[in-house]
């Protein structure tokens, strides 16, 4: 670990312990086995030799669950003593694969059931644990970030509510606004970036891609996405270029304006490989746009890199386009859902992101700065180094 010194000189804040909900159950297993090893490596280097209770343990994980009713009313259950811990909450809001019954019907798991979830954990241990913390990649109704008009503000709703609680610090990857952390100015809000963990499933899945102006530009496929892929250039040292989105702003399609075009400022494309990054797939439909755009105007290869791949309209479009030549690899992490069908589709990479999400809570536990962990430029720039 990077921060390996630092941790060695601090003090934990309370024992151990994280409790992972339905559908995040395989991200946890890695995370916890990384904190074995960081862990038993930790107390290895020690000189004072001192081991605090709890601090080295075969597992990490709590036994908890929310079990249902016949009419899908559930309850959270934690199964075993989570007093005086340092608790840690994983969940994946966007695993729609988990399933319970109503009345018999099988009924398919929405964010709002995963959210009402998290609460029915964080209710069962509350005035118990230490400090309670919940990691939620994606954030909970962090797309409805803002108010426009007369309308709801989900997300900075439900992180006051958290907040109300008694969460003390909620941590979250590439939120679609960062500054929706604004609705809880006295809470602890953490947002992560996996910038290295894109670069490097890139440079192991694509080999001989070459990171210089000459043969890479990075692309924003809008507006919004403009940050990250500033970042992106200025560490590669590549120009950039961007999409910007054309509305129809007079009719709503599935809860947001449809987009009339994309139009593109920049240097040209014309024999360089693009690497368009945002934040998430969810149709793909803007995304597959760019790609095809960026081939039009003479790109080598197209690369996408989307810290999120909810995939809501399937994957027959990704396949027609990775067939047609308009995209070579879409990455994305592993921090939500992926059907087997994603995973083995010859076109996608996945970014693995257990050992950096292992590396959050052993800081946070120690409770010391997380800069060390959330940048990540002196691991890019080793990483760069090696490749070229």
Not at 38 to 47: E, I, S
Not at 48 to 66: M, Q
Not at 177 to 197: E, H, K
Not at 242 to 268: C, Q, W
Request: charged share 25%; proline share 3%.
């Amino acid at each position: 670990m990077a921060n390996l010194d630092l941790l060695e000189n601090s003090i934990p804040v309370a024992p151990l312990k994280i409790a992972a909900l339905k559908g995040c159950t395989e991200m946890a297993d890695i995370v916890n086995n990384y904190l074995v090893e960081f862990r038993k490596d930790l107390v290895k280097r020690q000189a004072n030799g001192i081991n605090w209770s709890g601090y080295v343990e075969d597992s990490y994980l709590i036994d908890c669950d929310c079990p249902r009713f016949g009419s899908g009313e559930a309850k959270g259950k934690i199964n075993e003593s989570v007093r005086g811990v340092d608790l840690f909450i994983l969940v994946d809001v966007c695993n729609y694969s988990i399933t319970y019954k109503v009345c018999g019907y099988e009924n398919h798991m929405s964010p709002d059931d995963h959210y009402q979830d998290l609460k029915r954990v964080i209710a069962a241990a509350t005035g118990k644990a230490h400090r309670i913390n919940v990691i939620m990649p994606f954030l909970y109704e962090g797309r409805q970030h803002k108010r426009s008009k007369r309308e709801s503000l989900d997300c900075a709703l439900a992180l006051e509510e958290l907040m109300n609680m008694g969460v003390s610090n909620i941590i979250t990857f590439d939120a679609h606004d960062p500054r929706v952390m604004n609705a809880i100015p006295l809470g602890g809000f953490d947002n992560f970036m996996p910038t290295y963990q894109f670069l490097k499933a890139l440079i192991s899945s694509v080999p001989d891609l070459k990171l210089d102006n000459d043969h890479l530009m990075i692309i924003s496929p809008d507006e919004g996405a403009m940050s990250r892929a500033v970042y992106f250039s200025n560490i590669l040292g590549v120009d950039m270029g961007m999409f910007y989105k054309r509305r129809d702003y007079s009719t709503i399609v599935n809860g947001k304006n449809p987009i009339v075009a994309h139009e593109f400022l920049g240097d040209s494309i014309k024999g360089k490989d693009a690497i368009v990054i945002d934040d998430m797939i969810s149709s793909g439909e803007s995304m597959l746009d760019v790609a095809k755009q960026m081939k039009e105007r003479g790109a080598n290869r197209v690369f996408v890199c989307t810290t999120f791949g909810l995939f809501t309209d399937g994957l027959a479009k990704f396949d027609d386009y990775y067939e047609k030549g308009y995209i070579t690899k879409v990455i994305t992490t592993d921090l939500t859902y992926r059907t087997p069908e994603l995973i083995s589709r010859p076109w996608y990479m996945a970014a693995e992101m257990g050992k950096y999400v292992a590396s959050i809570i052993d800081t946070l536990n120690h409770d010391v700065s997380v800069e060390k962990v959330r940048s990540t430029t002196q691991k890019i720039n080793k990483l760069l180094a090696k490749h070229r």
